[in-house]
């Protein structure tokens, strides 16, 4: 049986309205966390987003996906031949927390309303370093605990997970793989980028050097992170209450279901920088200057001491481009669809 075609995003954009969902938990605020679940297909997918709760593109895509999937008749060969797992968001906490700027207009996030309003999670209470790990390291939140009680219903394991990321600023989309599968994932990666160049971007092309678990797997690909070399880096710091707050990441925690599982992250930028060299040094001073940069004008706008309009025309002239939403969308489900594609081939021995 031929791998179905992967839809288009257009289509998933133009899908209607989201479907009620089942409430698999409450967030520790007490709001409803919702999953959805289909199709009957032997593959089994995972997708989440909004563990990091200002990144907000893969909720809106993962919304987008389940209103496309729930219209679908039930031979479609998507559900003939995949069980879709999805978590939309699995952090509503987070998502009331940074209302007031997560509604894009013109198609891209506005610079001012993300400096103003954009709360992140500090490490302890992040939820993507929250889940779970049988027996011994056991759910940071009520949320964490909830998506891990919903993947268990799946008896046979995970044959693919991704966890939907962002980034504040970066050189352009960046990729996140099990590092244990790169060598069957030459096409993926090949395809991934020539796809990002094809759009007109550039890749977040860095070298971190086993920093926190990041390695350089290829350009624009690091793997994705893991919670022990999260712990041993500040341990080496001598910071055992930090490295303390670190429980499994939704990857590490998915494999514990069945280590078979590939497990991707996508990492979107909502702003991207002008890249002055490709310099792989770690730490990298252009990012740093940025980080800084967008401190700097945060504190402004706190004290009343630029305008938005001023600062808009600032970030401008120092060559700061607001990513498209929906392109940001495209190269998610285009990672989404490569690593399902990956999996399909190889349960068939393509």
């Not at 009957?40 to 999937?69: K, R």
């Not at 920088?273 to 990298?284: K, Y």
């Amino acid at each position: 049986m031929p791998i179905p075609k992967q839809p288009e995003l257009s289509d998933i954009l133009k899908a209607g309205n989201q479907p009620p969902g089942e409430v698999i938990g409450s967030s520790r605020a007490g709001k409803k966390l919702l999953a959805y679940h289909f199709g009957e297909g032997s593959l089994n997918v995972s997708l989440i987003g909004g563990c990091h709760a200002d990144e907000p593109t893969g909720p809106i895509f993962l919304n987008h996906l389940v209103s496309y999937l729930s219209n679908l008749k039930s031979d479609a060969p998507l559900l003939r031949e995949i069980s879709w797992w999805i978590v939309p968001h699995v952090n509503p906490d987070g998502a009331e927390t940074n209302s007031l700027w997560y509604h894009h207009n013109d198609h891209q996030f506005d610079l001012v309303k993300n400096l103003k309003f954009s709360i992140r999670e500090l490490p302890g209470d992040d939820v993507e370093f929250g889940f779970p790990l049988t027996p011994n390291i056991p759910a940071l939140r009520p949320e964490n605990q909830a998506v891990y009680d919903f993947w268990k219903r799946t008896p046979a394991g995970f044959d693919l997970h991704v966890s939907l990321h962002g980034m504040l600023t970066a050189y352009g989309p960046w990729f996140l793989l099990d590092k244990d599968f790169v060598a069957y994932s030459a096409d993926m990666i090949h395809n991934c980028q020539q796809k990002v160049l094809q759009m007109g971007y550039q890749l977040h092309d860095v070298d971190r050097k086993g920093e926190k678990g990041f390695f350089r797997l290829a350009e624009g690909f690091g793997s994705r992170p893991d919670s022990k070399a999260m712990r041993d880096y500040f341990l080496a710091l001598n910071d055992a209450q930090m490295a303390s707050k670190f429980h499994a990441s939704s990857m590490e925690s998915i494999r514990s279901l069945g280590d078979n599982c590939l497990t991707l992250v996508t990492e979107m930028p909502l702003f991207i920088v002008p890249r002055i060299s490709h310099n792989l040094e770690w730490p990298d001073q252009t990012l740093n200057s940025w980080s800084q940069q967008f401190q700097h004008w945060k504190l402004l706008l706190e004290k009343d001491q630029l305008t938005p309009s001023q600062l808009k025309r600032e970030a401008a002239a120092k060559g700061l481009v607001a990513m498209p939403v929906q392109d940001q969308m495209y190269l998610q489900w285009f990672y989404i669809w490569s690593g399902i594609e990956q999996c399909l081939r190889k349960d068939r021995g393509d």
